[in-house]
Every structure is written in C-alpha cells, then in structure tokens.
C-alpha cells in the first residue's frame, strides 16, 4: 500500500514562513510527478504546486514567488516551503503522486495550515 505522509504544518503569522515535507513510501518515487493540493474551510481542493520527475515545476499565480516545490529522489520526499504566507494561505494542505505512466494517484492524509494574528 502505497504511503504518503505528510509533517510541517501548524499555526504561523502573517508574512512568516513554513514548510512543509511529504515522506513516500512503498512506490517507485522517480516514476511518480509529485504535487501539493489544498483545501480551505467550504472550498474545493485547488492545485498549489508540481513538480515532474524531471523536476520541472509550475505554481497556481497566488502563490508564485512564495512557494517553492522541491523533491529528493533519494530521499523519496517532496517539500512546500512557503514563505510571505498569507490568511488565504490558511487550509489543509495535501501531498499528491501520480504515476507518469498510468497516472494512478495517491494521496496523503493532509496537515492543516493556519495563517493568523
């Protein structure tokens, strides 16, 4: 059964910084396109970031600039960090892989971000 597993978040202030980290097990972790997903209180879960497995990645615009996806392929880890964070930064951040091939997807059970004074 594939794991994803993610840590990081917590309660920050405005303009402070996060990251966040996805630990994957039991896949073929170079085989996978890695992404980070989020969902507000009421709203849909939205895109936040990729990252391929060739590396290259791509941001929703409210975060570009902001945010920064990373992964390890020897570590087997995909990382947010997210900097000047923002109240509508606030949601439950999920870690998404899914196979280049069949484009099977897998999902983690989420960490919960708050942005607040």
């Known amino acids: 059964q594939v794991q994803l597993v993610e840590s990081g978040g917590g309660l920050v202030e405005p303009g402070g910084s996060l990251r966040l980290s996805c630990a994957a097990s039991r896949i073929i972790f170079g085989l996978y396109d890695m992404a980070w997903y989020r969902q507000a209180a009421g709203e849909q879960r939205e895109l936040v970031a990729t990252?391929?497995?060739?590396?290259?990645?791509n941001y929703v615009d409210s975060v570009k600039g902001r945010f920064t996806i990373t992964r390890d392929n020897r570590k087997n880890t995909v990382d947010l960090q997210m900097n000047s964070l923002k109240p509508e930064d606030t949601a439950v951040y999920y870690c998404?892989?899914?196979?280049?091939?069949?484009?099977?997807?897998?999902w983690g059970q989420g960490t919960q971000v708050n942005v607040s004074s």
């Open positions: 998404n892989a899914k196979a280049v091939t069949s484009r099977r997807a897998y």
């Open positions: 990252i391929g497995v060739g590396g290259v990645t």
